[in-house]
């Protein structure tokens, strides 16, 4: 079974600057779709960005990037310009290519300091 | 404007009162999901619908049930409801095995 995980219960980052959210799954498939949600106080899941494990470029959604290293099974979430609105709960996923059941990592909570 | 929708958004019962949550989607979705959040541990998906009368187990299906009549909707029913099912639940929804689009979420507690 996939699992995820997100060894980083708690982060925090100055406004204005750069944070690292790490995530580590375990898969012996292929193909298959990691995600990054946000969680506000709100509590609504907010896809964050999306990438596809057959393509090697790194996705990108403005200030949010990702790295992905496939063989070392890493998907790692880069906020820069860290803004008070990206303070939330962050969560990692994994999606296999044909299924339809989203494994989550247990959560990072992110503190952004003003 | 797209979206997936439940009812309700806070429910507080009591132990074996049955209750259904609702889930609705206005995107023509074929794929739905309940999920449920619980603290370190994520969220974690309880059952699953490909299409109209096909569901399936998810992780943690042991006291709830679903029914998908229609396309548009997936409710969840709880039908004795204890406490350790107090929980943070969500719908979601996606075309295909793409993206999944997740409701506001539901506050259910059990007392």
């Known amino acids: 079974a996939q699992t995820v995980t997100q060894s980083q219960p708690e982060m925090s980052v100055q406004e204005a600057e750069t944070v690292t959210l790490s995530c580590t799954y375990d898969?012996?498939?292929?193909?298959?779709?990691l995600f990054w949600y946000k969680q506000p106080p709100s509590r609504q899941m907010i896809l964050v960005i999306r990438q596809e494990a057959y393509k090697q470029q790194n996705a990108t959604e403005n200030r949010f990037s990702v790295n992905f290293q496939k063989a070392a099974k890493s998907f790692s979430l880069k906020i820069s310009d860290s803004q008070l609105g990206d303070a939330a709960m962050y969560f990692c996923?994994?999606?296999?290519?044909?299924?339809?059941?989203?494994?989550f990592g247990a959560g990072t909570i992110l503190r952004v300091k003003s | 404007e797209a979206q997936v929708t439940q009812n309700p958004r806070y429910l507080i019962t009591v132990t074996g009162k049955k209750l259904t949550v609702t889930c609705s989607q206005n995107m023509n979705h074929e794929y739905m999901s309940w999920y449920r959040q619980d603290p370190g541990l994520g969220l974690r998906q309880i059952y699953y619908?490909?299409?109209?009368?096909?569901?399936d187990k998810g992780d943690v299906p042991e006291g709830y049930k679903v029914s998908r009549k229609e396309k548009r909707n997936f409710p969840l029913i709880l039908e004795s409801p204890s406490p350790n099912q107090t929980s943070l639940y969500f719908c979601?929804?996606?075309?295909?095995?793409?993206?999944?689009?997740f409701g506001p979420g539901t506050r259910l507690t059990v007392l």
């Open positions: 619908s490909m299409n109209v009368e096909v569901t």
């Open positions: 996923a994994y999606r296999t290519y044909y299924g339809n059941k989203l494994v």
């Open positions: 898969t012996s498939e292929s193909d298959y779709y």
């Open positions: 979601a929804s996606s075309y295909g095995t793409d993206t999944q689009y």
